[in-house]
Every structure is written in structure tokens, then in C-alpha cells.
């Protein structure tokens, strides 16, 4: 009798499961006068390394971002291109053209040094680019539909909170507020990151802020 006592004592001890804590602030930018808000509704999954990656999105945000950039230096050049044409040979203009002669010039070389990061990255193409978005995509879909992540979304204060055991983990983060023009963000911005949770109760701290891009 003893014995079973002290076995249903136990019990409770060996059957707890240690946690630890990932938490943090989710916002996304709004306009210039009221910057950052909380992304209410963004979604954040949780996946264990083992069992899904998420290598991609780093690349993918990457790529999206320096073919941007890369688009406003163009632009930019061709804006000072036009202004070129238009006080080209005007006296009272030689000022104005002689600067927009160097502004032009600057923006052609940053054009061609983002040029450069693009083939490295190998998405100087659409097509390129658009097989990275599909790619990233597929990635992303099948840890939000696998079945293999503990998810949350971020509260009214744009907050959250998920418990999870020892490991190592991928925080996958969509926005609500934040959208953009690729397959991949077509619903919500996305972000991830690594972090690993050592012991229990240990508290990790995975905040975002989701920018224009």
C-alpha cells in the first residue's frame, strides 16, 4: 500500500512538462505622422528546426528589398536624365544641368553596384525572382498547413506569447497591416527568426517591426 502511495505522489512530478516562454511585440510602420501600430491579427508560428526550415525567407526578404532599391536608383536616373534634357544648352541653366549631370551619375553608379548584389543573389531577372517568390511561398504554406507548429496571433497591444519545450525553433511572423506585391506576401509580410530555448522557463524575447518593404 505504501508503495502505490508514494507511486501516485510522483505522479504529478514526472508527468509535468518543462516550458519555456517565446514572446515579444509585433508592429507594423503606418503612415509618417503616426508611425509604427500594433499589427493586431498577425499571425506568429512556431516550428520546431527539426522538422521544417525556413532558410529561404531570409534570401527572399533579401532579394525582394535590394531589387527595390534597385528599381528607386533607376528611377531616380531617369528623372535626372529628364531634367538633363531640359536645360541642355540653356544658358541660365548651366547650374542646374551641370549638377543634374552629377546626381545622374551617382545614380547610375549605385544602379550598377545593386546591379552587381542582384546577380549574386540571382534574382536580377523577373523570372528569377518570381521562382524565389513561388519557391518561399511553398515553404511558408506548409508550416502554416502541416500540422507541425504551435501558432498565436498578436493581440490588441501587439503583443504575444507561446509556450514551447526545450529546442531549437523558427518564429515565423505574418503581418496583417503590412502587405505586399509578391505571391509570397500577397496576404501579410513575412519575417522568421532563429532562437533556441535552452531551459525551462526561459524567456525569449522575438519582437518585429514590418516596414514599407
Known sequence: MKTILLGLLFLPFFGFT???????????????????????????????????????????????????????????QAVYQGLMKTTKGKKAYKDSFDSYVKSEAEQKKKADELYKTLLVLNVESDSKFDSLDLYTTDMVNRVKNAGVAVSTVVDGTGNYSLKVKPGKYHVLIISSGRKGMSVTEINGQVWSKEVSINESDEIKNVSHNFTLY
Open 18 to 76: 518543462q516550458t519555456g516562454t517565446i514572446t515579444g511585440v509585433v508592429t507594423y510602420f503606418f503612415n509618417d505622422n503616426l508611425g509604427n501600430k500594433p499589427d493586431i491579427g498577425a499571425s506568429v508560428y512556431v516550428v520546431d528546426t527539426k522538422i521544417a526550415t525556413l532558410t529561404a525567407l531570409d534570401s527572399f526578404n533579401k532579394a525582394k528589398n535590394y531589387r527595390v532599391f534597385y528599381q528607386s536608383a533607376l528611377d531616380r
